[in-house]
């Protein structure tokens, strides 16, 4: 089972799971030197339905309102003060946190507070997953712990984001090529003529 640091945890106890998020090429989210891209911590998201959307590589204007907050904080919090715990961060975030959610008006919001506008997601987080059940249009196949499975054959590796886990593999339209599974979500796409296995690129 992958560790998950206790602050996700009580956030999503709290506030309930997001349907996805949108997220950037870096830890813990993606692991830069795995061609499958996947993570163990996005690996257990995906086990619990939060789809794992990652932004195109060096693009950050993919993810402008997070930059944009981020040069807030900066440029109100950050600049010219030099925090010498964690403590003493914590004490000027907090006010500036409820200024800037409660307070102040956002013109990408109308004018409006972030506040008047989130909603409590209404999807409980259960912290203990039972296994996921594959329909009959998939060959089911377990990851050993080197992140490898065998099929037909033939052995190949999702890495270890997914060890110990199953996977389901169903045919595509184009011969030959096969959709890998892991949960609901298509995390690789594997070719049997040639005996490889790629990230997915989502069709359309």
Not at 70 to 91: F, Y
Not at 120 to 139: L, M
Request: hydrophobic letters at 30%.
């Amino acid at each position: 089972m992958t560790p998950v640091p206790f602050s996700w945890l009580k956030i999503f106890g709290i506030y309930g799971l997001p349907r996805a998020i949108y997220v950037d090429n870096g830890n813990p989210w993606a692991n830069a030197s795995n061609k499958h891209r996947h993570t163990r911590f996005s690996a257990w998201l995906l086990r619990h339905d939060v789809d794992v959307i990652f932004g195109r590589p060096y693009h950050p204007q993919g993810r402008g309102k997070l930059e944009r907050f981020h040069r807030t904080l900066k440029l109100e919090v950050l600049q010219g003060r030099s925090m010498t715990s964690l403590q003493e961060a914590q004490g000027h975030f907090d006010p500036w946190r409820e200024v800037y959610n409660l307070e102040r008006p956002h013109e990408a919001l109308d004018l409006g507070t972030p506040a008047e506008h989130y909603r409590v997601s209404e999807r409980e987080f259960v912290e203990q997953k039972e296994e996921y059940q594959y329909s009959d249009r998939y060959q089911i196949r377990r990851v050993n712990p080197v992140g490898q499975f065998r099929f037909r054959g033939q052995v190949y590796r999702v890495r270890e984001a997914f060890q110990d886990q199953p996977i389901g593999l169903s045919e595509t339209q184009t011969e030959g090529v096969w959709d890998v599974t892991y949960c609901r979500f298509v995390v690789a796409s594997l070719n049997i003529r040639t005996g490889t296995i790629e990230r997915h690129q989502p069709r359309g």
